[in-house]
Nanobody
Framework: QVQLGESGGGLVQPGGSLRLSCAAS??????MGWFRQAPGKEREFVAV????????AYADSVKGRFTISRDDGKNTVYLQMSDLKPEDTAVYYC?????????????????WGQGTQVTVSS
């Protein structure tokens, strides 16, 4: 059974940091991504990483503040978030894809975690 489980969300003040983790079991994915969804908005791409060459890509809104990484030995992907802003508030989802490219399209991802809430507020 394939499962993805996120952890690390919480409440943080503007300018603060959080690290999200996503542990995968039952499968190894060529590409892992992070997405987020704020209330009343569509799910949007945040970051993606390739298993093949550890290539990465980011949404413009988080570039320079967020870093995606992976530990293949633990089959885990991380999202280090710094200089958080209120507009980063959302439920964050990790997802796994079999496609071998840095895809930002949710439809390319076969498996999704249950999500973890990140709230940035003073």
């Amino acid at each position: 059974q394939v499962q993805l489980g996120e952890s690390g969300g919480g409440l943080v003040q503007p300018g603060g940091s959080l690290r999200l983790s996503c542990a995968a079991s039952g499968r190894t994915f060529a590409t892992m991504g992070w997405f987020r969804q704020a209330p009343g908005k569509e799910r949007e791409f945040v970051a993606v990483i390739s298993r093949m060459n550890s290539g990465t890509a980011y949404a413009d809104s988080v570039k320079g503040r967020f870093t995606i990484s992976r530990d293949d030995g633990k089959n885990t992907v991380y999202l280090q978030m710094s200089d958080l802003k209120p507009e980063d508030t959302a439920v964050y989802y990790c997802a796994g894809a079999y496609v071998v490219r840095l895809t930002t399209r949710p439809t390319d991802y076969s498996y999704w975690g249950q999500g973890t809430q990140v709230t940035v507020s003073s």
